[in-house]
């Protein structure tokens, strides 16, 4: 199956300009992005909806899919969560961090361990490139 995020026979994600090349890619993603994030976010509640809120609030510049889930299955070196358990798992993981009172009130070591758990999570769900 080809892969609908990329351009055909290579690894550069389909972009808003059109960049084939993969450093030039990389490098629009990074300014875009940095860019965007200078600029206040849409509101957005700590739960899978918010986190597509500000997906596409980071990359709307640079990918038409920005904040939706990925409808293809990928891998780099272990498979990411398959396309149909997509909104499950996130909603499990989001379901979590509020059971953990969204990790208000922690002390510092224990809120970048149970965040850093949280991040690696949410990533190995959802990653598309």
């Known amino acids: 199956?080809?892969?609908?995020?990329?351009?055909?026979?290579?690894?550069?994600?389909?972009?808003?300009?059109?960049?084939?090349?993969?450093?030039?890619?990389?490098?629009?993603?990074?300014?875009?992005?940095?860019?965007?994030?200078?600029?206040?976010?849409?509101p957005a509640n700590i739960n899978y909806d918010g986190y597509k809120k500000l997906h596409h609030h980071i990359f709307q510049d640079v990918y038409d899919w920005a904040g939706k889930p990925r409808t293809v299955n990928i891998a780099k070196r272990d498979m990411f969560c398959l396309t149909p358990h997509i909104d499950k798992q996130m909603k499990e993981r989001f379901a979590l961090i509020q059971k953990e009172n969204n990790l208000k009130k922690l002390h510092k070591e224990k809120f970048a361990e149970r965040a850093a758990e949280h991040v690696c999570e949410i990533n190995a769900i959802h990653h598309v490139s």
């Open 1 to 42: 199956m080809s892969d609908p995020y990329v351009y055909p026979g290579t690894n550069v994600l389909k972009n808003r300009r059109d960049l084939r090349n993969h450093d030039d890619a990389a490098k629009f993603e990074r300014l875009m992005s940095r860019e965007r994030l200078t600029t206040s976010p849409p």
